[in-house]
């Protein structure tokens, strides 16, 4: 069984640019949460998708948008990119809405 | 901002002793995870909570779904050198919602 992975797995970009990040889920799970952590803090939620539809966003801009694939797998993308916009990317997938979640690796984003 | 509370916020500890760490909230949730994360890693879920006053073990982990639902509780016994880590609590207060993360317990081995 494959577990989540997530695509890159670094990445700088220049304020302003436009970025996508890219998470496969674990086999036979259709829901994928995306979550953003800065240094020293905990995972923040950004949104969630369930069976290719947003369910759930937490506190985070429109530049901020995501898509979920008929394979389950997800993509996050940010607009517009900010200095604060810096931090590791986390994406969970989970068997269903409110299951347990499994984490990838991250993607970490660099803002200059 | 972050509804959950973790204390202690780090802790240093010796090699065999046992860790207590708990997370708060002035909010029921109805499920609670635990998980650690280790640098440059993704957190890894060690254990879940689904009921009130619920005691879950892995290994020499063992956690606890708090009797009045705003709590939960971790202890690690006998440590070693790998329980080095930032242990994070998750909360989920009803069906539908997303999970909250507390701000994590950094916990130090020294050997």
């Known amino acids: 069984e494959t577990g989540v992975t997530q695509s890159p797995t670094h990445l700088i970009k220049t304020r302003g640019q436009q970025v996508t990040l890219r998470c496969s889920s674990q086999?036979?799970?259709?829901?994928v949460s995306w979550y953003q952590q800065a240094l020293g803090q905990g995972p923040q939620f950004i949104f969630q998708?369930?069976?290719?539809?947003?369910?759930g966003r937490g506190n985070f801009p429109p530049r901020f948008s995501g898509l979920q694939f008929p394979n389950y797998s997800s993509e996050l993308n940010v607009n517009a990119l900010e200095l604060d916009d810096s931090a590791l990317y986390l994406c969970?997938?989970?068997?269903?809405?409110?299951?347990?979640?499994?984490f990838g690796p991250g993607t970490r984003l660099t803002v200059t | 901002g972050q509804q959950l509370n973790q204390s202690p916020q780090s802790m240093f500890i010796q090699e065999g002793e046992d860790v207590s760490m708990n997370c708060t909230s002035s909010?029921?949730?109805?499920?609670w995870l635990w998980y650690k994360q280790e640098p440059g890693e993704g957190p890894v879920l060690l254990i879940a909570?689904?009921?009130?006053?619920e005691l879950t073990s892995n290994g020499r982990l063992t956690a606890q779904f708090g009797i009045t639902r705003k709590d939960s509780f971790l202890n690690i016994s006998a440590s070693i050198p790998s329980d080095v880590g930032i242990y994070f609590c998750?909360?989920?207060?009803?069906?539908?919602?997303?999970?909250?993360f507390g701000p994590g317990t950094r916990l130090s081995v020294l050997p």
């Open positions: 086999s036979g799970h259709n829901t």
């Open positions: 998750a909360g989920l207060r009803n069906y539908g919602q997303n999970f909250v």
């Open positions: 998708y369930y069976r290719e539809e947003e369910n």
């Open positions: 969970a997938s989970s068997l269903a809405i409110s299951n347990e979640q499994y």
């Open positions: 909570l689904y009921k009130a006053g």
């Open positions: 909010s029921i949730f109805n499920t």
